[in-house]
């Protein structure tokens, strides 16, 4: 991919990820409203039962499509990505139907042994159906990534969550003040809207690939498809088994530290279900970055480009690390009145700048992960990704019923650090780069002297109102902080951190 078309559609991905992140902070905000920081402990908590479904169904066919098509494309094999196409979707069709037999079959028992939580059986049968479906349109959206048309998937995403939106609006109103039935119709909504959009990507995948030969027997780089995908399906199924049972432990551990079940849940959802959406927001950049790196990095893999990898790599994350603490410092110094602002209570602003020291290892992790499964080292990601959730569990299991929530907001600190030291250390030797230590410390002096200046422009606006001076606060320090690092240190941005 050329560097205008890698700009081109970082910015296309970056645009579609902002309006979905700003829709579903307004949804956030509405769930809230609409059914309690409870009820948003008992979604988050199903959500991650979901996860661990979803795992099932999908079994790594979009990475392994997105890889073959852009092996395919590289080597110009281009009569073989029918053949790829039709395998995928067979493989999609035999996982999604046993990952819908199995949840609807087990749901009784996961509700109220797993979960502990009866109420749960409607909400889990349901979105069991849209399974199946959410396996076709990961197929879909490998494809489409491949080609490197990131604006398809993302319409198609964004129009999903419109419509699921949309449903929960209309639906929930209807609904009767039972926590577990306003999540059963969330999660109608959301099947039903995962059906609507699987529909509407065949028949544009359809149209798109009327554009390449179809020659019958030929199957170039199908028997590709399932190599690279049962390794990846296998470790993913080991990480979201142990990622889902932490989760699961984490309302009992709080409960057994004293907690009632209530606060529990309410703990665990203001974190999850309110904390956590505001402090990802930012990284929808980052979230495209990884999504397109991929296929790039596996093209240059092919040509043998070593320059274009080291070269590009190092820019990235310089520019990564850059944005990452600027977001890590503005939610710490304004996480408070943020969370306030945004959902009337002063407990989700706590969490949110307590956390937003992650935000620095969360965001450059993505971007990390996405050059990694475009080395091809996938299953590296996953093995590191099963020891971070094996340990994780460990400490779960052990600090939360002694130290309550702090206990849990060490586990998030350690997992994420754990995770992405391992990550960045294997990059490192795959891309021949170094840590720019001078630079972090240029980056840090230009964010103190940025905040800085927002804070004594922020502490004027309260007067006027919360929101302007929020405003003002983020105006001014990102006025201040990317020009100085562009116009002060602007060798921090080239290409001298590469060896070689």
Known sequence: MKRNDLVKNTLILTLFSVIMRVLGLIFQVYLSSAIGSEGMGLFSLILTVETLAITLAVSGIRFAVMRAVAEAFALQKYRSIHYLIKNAFLYAAAFGSASTALLFAFSGRIA?????????????????????????????????????????????????????????????????????????????????????????????????????????????????????????AFSSYARAALSTLQHILIPAGLRRSGSSASQA??????????????IVFPSAIFSALSELLIPEITQAQQLCDEAALCGRSSRILNASFLFSLYCAGVFFLFGKRLGAVIYGEGEAGSYISMLSPLII????????????????QQLYSMYVNIADAALSLVLTWFLIP?????????????????????????LASLASLRIPLLSAV?????????????????????????????????????????????????????????KG
């Open 361 to 376: 290892v969360m965001y450059m992790d993505l971007v990390t992960d996405g050059m990694l499964k475009g080395f091809g």
């Open 265 to 278: 849940l309410a703990s665990y959802g203001t974190i999850h279900g309110m904390a956590f959406p505001v």
């Open 112 to 232: 109220s042994v797993w979960l502990s939580a009866p109420e749960c059986v409607l909400p889990i049968r349901i979105f069991s159906f849209g399974l199946v479906f959410i396996a076709f349109s990961s197929v879909v959206g490998g494809y489409f990534s491949a080609l490197q048309k990131p604006a398809v998937t993302a319409a198609l995403q964004l129009l999903e969550q419109l419509m699921m939106m949309l449903l929960c609006i209309i639906v929930i109103p209807y609904c009767s003040d039972s926590i577990g039935e306003r999540c059963a119709a969330l999660f109608a909504a959301s099947t039903l809207a995962d059906v609507c959009v699987c529909v509407i990507s065949f028949f544009i995948l359809v149209r798109s690939m009327r554009a390449f030969p179809r020659v019958r027997g030929v199957k170039l780089k199908g028997h590709s498809l399932a190599a690279v995908a049962l390794p990846l």
């Open 402 to 426: 002694r130290c309550g929530i702090r206990g849990y907001i060490f586990v998030l600190f350690f997992s994420e650090c754990f995770n992405y030291a391992l990550s960045a250390a294997k």
């Open 442 to 498: 240029k980056y840090i002096f230009c964010l103190a002297l940025a905040l800085v200046s927002a804070q004594a422009a922020a502490e004027a606006a309260w007067r006027i109102s919360e929101v302007f001076a929020l405003i003002v606060a983020v105006t001014v320090s990102a006025g201040i902080y990317f020009p100085a690092i562009r116009f002060i240190f602007p060798e921090t941005l080239g290409r001298r951190h590469v």
